[in-house]
């Protein structure tokens, strides 16, 4: 399978997942709450087609997409959504909190660019040649932790790859509204090679991400990415506030029917339909499998 079938198999995964989570909420079968990154596919299948076993990865609240392009972790990561036994964490983290091999994940803003930094110094003192990166929204630069933990990659020269997905909102809070000057300045004011990329195209993601991986790889000193991209679903599972209209301008761009059209139709069909039967045995199994405690109390 080429790169484009690799990289849309991918994204029409994460699309499909997620949007089955929102029809799972709505029908009662989940508990919880859940953050979907319906929009934002791109940058999880992109950046994450460059980092090896050994590599970090820290993710936030909307962390399925980046865990599934890592991991293709299907089974564990709906079990774990479903509270059951097989989960990637035995039911007991949900949705936000999943750990598998060098993946983490965390609902807590800011908190996690500091617990990446601290990974990245381990593998530095190591000596490992492993890669951190850890993902944020533009909303979490409003966290003063951030620019400490920025502040001591830069001073340490640590490989972490700061990756900042801007959707322009930090939950339904407007970017206008709540953050002063250029993002990409902040990482830049502690001497951090910053790139910024406005394109929802995961080949344009895969290919800014080269010369940052490239870097980190060969001097270890920190980087920063960010993304302008948008997020097409709710913040949460229903909770909108936006402009129907805007949202509905901003389909055009979106990440999956775009790279879509780079395939044959019948090449596309057929990766979405085995995808969607994936997605249905897999759900079809866990109904019938043990809850959380059952086997770890």
């Known amino acids: 399978m080429d790169r484009t079938e690799t990289f849309y198999r991918k994204l029409s995964l994460i699309r499909r997942f997620e949007t089955h989570l929102l ?3 709505s ?22 087609a460059h980092m090896t076993g050994d590599d970090v990865v820290f ?7 980046h865990y599934l392009a890592l991991t293709d972790d299907v089974a ?57 990166t850890v993902f944020l929204g533009d909303g979490t630069l409003g966290e003063g932790i951030v ?12 490989p972490v790859l700061f990756v900042i997905e801007h959707n322009g909102y930090a939950q339904s809070t407007p970017t206008a509204m709540q953050l002063a000057g250029e993002v990409a300045a902040r990482p830049r004011a502690f001497g951090i090679e ?33 993304s302008f991209t ?20 901003k389909r055009a761009d979106d990440p999956v029917l775009s790279y ?5 139709e019948d090449v596309a069909t057929r990766i979405d339909a085995a995808n969607q039967q994936r997605l249905v045995e897999i759900v079809a199994r866990l109904e019938q499998s043990a809850p959380a405690g059952s086997q770890h109390p």
């Open 23 to 25: 029809e799972q909420f």
């Open 27 to 48: 029908w009662g079968k989940l508990s919880g709450t859940t953050h979907t990154c319906i929009g934002q596919e791109a940058n999880a299948v992109g950046l994450t």
């Open 59 to 65: 993710s936030n609240h909307r962390c399925h997409g």
């Open 76 to 132: 564990g990561l709906l079990a774990e959504l479903m509270g059951r036994e097989q989960g990637v964490c035995h039911g007991w983290g949900g949705s936000q909190h999943l750990h598998r091999d060098g993946f983490y994940s965390n609902g807590i803003q800011g908190g996690i660019v500091a617990n990446a930094v601290g990974a990245a110094l381990a593998e530095k003192t190591k000596n490992s040649g492993a890669v951190t």
């Open 147 to 158: 620019y400490e933990a920025m502040n001591l990659a830069a001073l340490w020269a640590l």
């Open 194 to 226: 910053t790139h910024c990329l406005a394109s929802n195209d995961t080949d344009a993601v895969y290919a800014a991400a080269t010369p940052l991986f490239d870097g980190l790889r060969s001097d270890g000193k920190p980087r920063c990415f960010v």
């Open 230 to 249: 948008y997020r097409l679903g709710p913040h949460s599972k229903g909770d909108d506030t936006r402009d129907p209209a805007e949202i509905e301008a």
């Open 260 to 264: 879509r059209r780079k395939l044959p």
